[in-house]
């Protein structure tokens, strides 16, 4: 039983390994593959972060948070250390920060008692469940990485949770830790609040409860005031910076009604069972399994693995009683909890029913591996798509400077790899500056309006662009289709910012 167990572990590892290294190919090799209007933002924020010191420019209209410990942070600082190659550091960027979530979950599972199965089953679980067709892959490893900070931070806090419960006490160093790390999650975003410190501080009550049920007064209070803490720090710290309210209003008489027409899907909509949707449904049933035994016998170190559920929970009340639109990204830690509920099953039976689920999870892994790779790496047709022909159009034309709306703008920035820069405007009938994940230097006053100017249209919106030439009398210098676009060139800059 021992020797099989090694195979099992070097199988699992290679596995793993293997799905690591598609993941970076991805990110550094193909980092165009599945790009969109707001991956391709976060990726031009990199130059506009090393321009200006590595700090977010006031000039930069950005959303509903500031960048400080994300994707773009880091990728800014690689910038200038690959030839100023913007799309290229920005893959080295969501590479680095896939691999310390990895790392901080390793340790955090053996801190908790996972065997090196169980850990590689938890991380191949965690690879394997998302749907490339989806926005999941961005939120954690690849092209944007967007939630890869807050799930970090998650499991920080909860290895010094774990070791301020075994030693009853809190460190200061851990107090100050996290309560910077508290303010600079805060700053991007009330996301951290929601897959990370209302979370952790919810299983916290959770056992505080407990230990008053049992009338353990040996139990410090410092450990719950200190999660209080760093919540409430979160918290305060995304409503004083947000730049937009998250604009929710409570929804308790149509709860129900939205429960079951938007929430309810958007649940649903996380998981991808793979090719052979047995094998991924059997790994999820094995997941649910693990947490029912949980239930049954835990230890108190087991207490964090509860923070993905918590996490669920909190998301699903949310978005069911607030205004706030359900999407299936909310639901991402459904990703966590079948790897860690894989793990815990694993746990409980180390002997014939692991290797069960350890044979399922290599299975799972092994077929993810081959779609991600089929899919993102053999078919990536990116240069293919009209933004990259519009793009490479300018560059051989002599093009530099252009506009469209938002949905391409960046898109086609990107695809060049910043060598034509294309700026969004809020419509082709105004050409107005658009005011969302943008910088005003980039638009008249301050640029320039002499020298020829592309304008590039979709197909539904070159009626609005034809209405703009019409009402005022531009000279127009060119007209060309390509790919699904209409671009016209205009013997200058008619955009304003206002």
């Known amino acids: 039983m021992k020797k ?43 130059e506009v972060l090393y321009d200006n010191g590595f700090v977010t420019p006031d000039t930069w209209v950005g959303s509903t948070e500031v960048c400080v410990i994300s994707a773009p942070n880091l990728a800014a600082f690689i910038y200038p250390l690959v030839g100023q190659n913007m799309n290229l550091s ?42 490339i067709r989806t926005e999941n ?7 944007a990485a967007y939630y890869a900070s807050h799930f970090i931070t998650l499991f920080i806090v909860l290895i010094f949770y774990n070791r301020s419960l075994e030693k009853n006490r809190v460190s200061l160093p851990v107090m100050l830790i996290t309560c910077v790390l508290a303010v600079f999650n805060g700053m991007q975003g009330l996301h ?57 209003s409570r929804n308790i008489r149509h709860a129900g009604e939205k429960f079951i027409g938007y929430v309810l899907p958007d649940m649903l ?4 069972l793979g090719d052979i949707k047995v094998i991924g449904a059997l790994v999820c049933i094995i997941a649910l399994i693990g947490y029912a035994l949980l239930v049954r016998k835990m230890k108190e170190a087991d ?17 069911t009683f607030t205004t706030v639109e359900s999407t299936p990204r909310y639901f991402i830690t459904e990703l966590f909890i079948a790897g860690i509920g894989v793990a815990l099953f694993m746990r409980k039976f180390r002997e014939q029913l692991a290797l069960i689920g350890a044979a399922l999870v290599l299975i799972l892994g092994i077929i993810a591996g081959r779609y991600y790779y089929d899919q993102l790496v053999i078919g990536d047709r990116s240069a293919e798509s009209s933004e990259y022909l519009v793009g490479a159009w300018m560059q051989e034309n002599g093009y530099e400077y252009g506009y469209s709306t938002f949905d391409f703008a960046n898109f086609i920035t990107v695809d060049s790899n910043n060598a034509v820069k294309v700026r ?36 539904s919106k070159e009626a609005d662009l034809k209405q703009f030439i019409s009402d005022n009398n531009v000279n127009v210098i060119r007209r060309e289709e390509i790919g699904s676009f209409k671009v016209y060139v205009f013997d200058k800059d008619y955009t304003v910012w206002e």
């Not at 909509?269 to 991808?272: L, Q, R, T």
């Not at 082709?428 to 640029?447: A, H």
């Open 4 to 46: 099989l167990s090694v195979v099992i572990t070097t199988l699992l590892a290679a596995i793993f390994i293997a799905l690591v290294f598609i993941h970076i190919d991805i990110n550094v090799n193909h980092y165009l593959a599945q790009m969109d209007a707001d991956i391709a933002s976060d990726t031009i924020l990199t």
């Open 90 to 131: 920005m893959g080295i960027a969501c590479s680095i920060m896939m691999l310390l979530l990895v790392a901080v979950m390793m340790v955090y599972f053996k801190q908790v008692g996972f065997n090196w199965n169980e850990v590689l089953a938890a991380l191949i679980v965690l690879f394997s469940l998302s749907d």
């Open 137 to 143: 892959q961005s939120m954690l490893f690849l092209w």
């Open 192 to 248: 951290a609040g929601l897959y990370c410190y209302f979370p952790v501080l919810g299983i916290e009550i959770l056992r505080r409860l407990y230990v008053f049920i049992k009338k353990n007064k040996q139990s410090n209070w410092m450990i719950s005031i200190w999660l209080l803490v760093i919540t409430a720090i979160s918290y305060v710290t995304t409503e004083i910076t947000s730049s937009f309210g998250m604009g929710a």
């Open 269 to 272: 909509g996380v998981i991808y």
């Open 303 to 319: 207490i964090g693995l509860w923070a993905p559920v918590v996490s669920f929970g909190i998301c699903a009340l949310a978005l």
């Open 424 to 459: 969004a405007v809020n419509s082709m009938s105004e050409l107005k500056g658009c005011k969302w994940l943008t910088d005003s230097t980039w638009y008249p006053p301050v640029k320039s309006v002499n020298g020829e100017t592309v304008y590039i249209a979709s197909e």
